[in-house]
């Protein structure tokens, strides 16, 4: 009963999926401002100054500075690195993939996607590791349905990157989003019994975004800054984020980019 109550919630009215559609919209295009400028040589730190102001100069405030103490208004996590990456001064070199993550406030609405670029040339596994990621994406919001289990999601990544020969990650999951950035339902990359009772409906609003691995799944913490997430074995992790709504029609990518790579996109 509680649960119905709590599901209840997340659904959107015609004027809040509007808004969710005007958040993801904005972050797209904060995404393809960014674009041209993830390339060799830049400081991270200069790709979080310029996501900072973009954010501020349009009227709106990035979700990560200051959330649960995060100093940065975006993540970039480079090679090993998960997830939650602190942008720094380390200069983007060739054979670098480095996932940039934003998330930003608009009128109250929050939008979030990442997308993982290659600093050209790259090794075969990081540009594949990559490619299995983007597919897995796109192949489990493909397959969503109106009312669908959240299941569906990991039911069709773990086979993909298995197939290929990668793992997903656990730890770290998808989540309902809305006015907050983490609600309910969870959205993990693999199937478990959450999963399998929780609901996609209509109004719904949500991320996908798969972390896949070249190695094993396992995930390290660091220890030291509390944030960044690294690969146990130390190979390449890389991850895309779309955030999405379920409509009665069914799913409805909100954060689409009008540069970035498309579905069917080959790295
Ligand atoms: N944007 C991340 C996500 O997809 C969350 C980043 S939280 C931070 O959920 F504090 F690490 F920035
Ligand atoms: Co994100
Ligand atoms: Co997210």
Not at 163 to 178: A, D, K, M
Not at 207 to 236: C, H, Y
Not at 250 to 255: A, D, R, S
Request: negative net charge; contains cysteine; charged residues 25%.
């Amino acid at each position: 009963m509680l649960h119905d109550k709590k599901r209840t919630n997340l659904l959107l009215s015609a004027a809040g999926r509007d808004a969710m559609r005007r958040a993801g919209r904005f972050n797209a295009q904060l995404l393809d401002f960014i674009r041209p400028h993830v390339k060799a040589g830049v400081k991270t730190n200069e790709i979080d100054r310029l996501v900072h102001t973009y954010t501020l100069d349009h009227g709106h405030r990035p979700a990560t500075l200051g959330y649960q103490g995060f100093t940065k208004s975006c993540c970039t996590s480079i090679n090993e690195v998960i997830c939650h990456g602190i942008p720094d001064e380390y200069e983007l070199r060739e054979g670098d993939i480095v996932n940039v993550d934003l998330t930003t406030i608009v009128d109250g609405w929050f939008g979030d996607q990442s997308e993982t670029f290659l600093i050209e040339p790259v090794s075969d596994q990081s540009r594949a590791v990559t490619q299995c990621a983007f597919d897995c994406l796109y192949l489990a919001i493909e397959a969503l349905t109106p009312g669908c289990r959240v299941s569906t999601i990991g039911e069709t990544i773990v086979p993909e990157a298995h197939r290929r020969g990668f793992t997903v990650v656990r730890e770290y999951v998808g989540h309902g989003l809305g006015r907050n950035f983490h609600q309910d339902p969870s959205i993990p990359h693999y199937p478990n019994r959450q999963s399998r009772s929780d609901r996609l409906l209509p109004g719904m609003a949500f991320t996908v975004e798969p972390m896949i691995n070249a190695g094993s799944r396992f995930t390290k913490l660091d220890k030291a800054d509390g944030w960044t997430v690294r690969t146990k074995d130390g190979l390449p992790s890389a991850q895309f984020e779309h955030t999405v709504l379920m409509t009665e029609e069914g799913p409805e990518i909100l954060t689409h980019t009008e540069h970035g790579p498309r579905r069917g996109h080959k790295f």
